[in-house]
Nanobody, 115 residues
């Protein structure tokens, strides 16, 4: 059974940092494009960042220069390093794994940026 388990969310002050992790129980993890998405209350889910099997990254304009996505294929894990956090980054963050016909989602982890 495929599982994506996110961790690392929490409450942080504006300007602070958090690192999210997503551990994937997927065979051939290295072939998947991994992504982080977020959904704030009353808003649609939006892309935050993705990383392909070839380590090509893509970021939403709102997080460029502040967030970094990277992966460790040996650990079947993808990370999202979030720096200079803003209150508007508050959301539930979801991990996604996509390859061919396969598309999986995690349960999400809450990130709250508030003083």
């Amino acid at each position: 059974q495929v599982q994506l388990v996110e961790s690392g969310g929490g409450l942080v002050q504006p300007g602070g940092s958090l690192r999210l992790s997503c551990a994937a129980s997927i065979s051939r993890f290295r072939l998947y494009t991994m992504g982080w998405y977020r959904q704030a209350p009353g808003k649609q889910r939006e892309l935050v960042a993705t990383i392909t099997s070839g380590d090509i990254t893509n970021y939403a304009d709102s997080v460029k220069g502040r967030f970094t996505i990277y992966r460790d294929n040996a650990k079947n894990t993808v990370y999202l390093q979030m720096n200079s956090l803003k209150p508007e980054d508050t959301a539930v963050y979801y991990c996604n794994a996509a390859w061919s016909l396969y598309d999986y989602w995690g349960q999400g982890t809450q990130v709250t940026v508030s003083s």
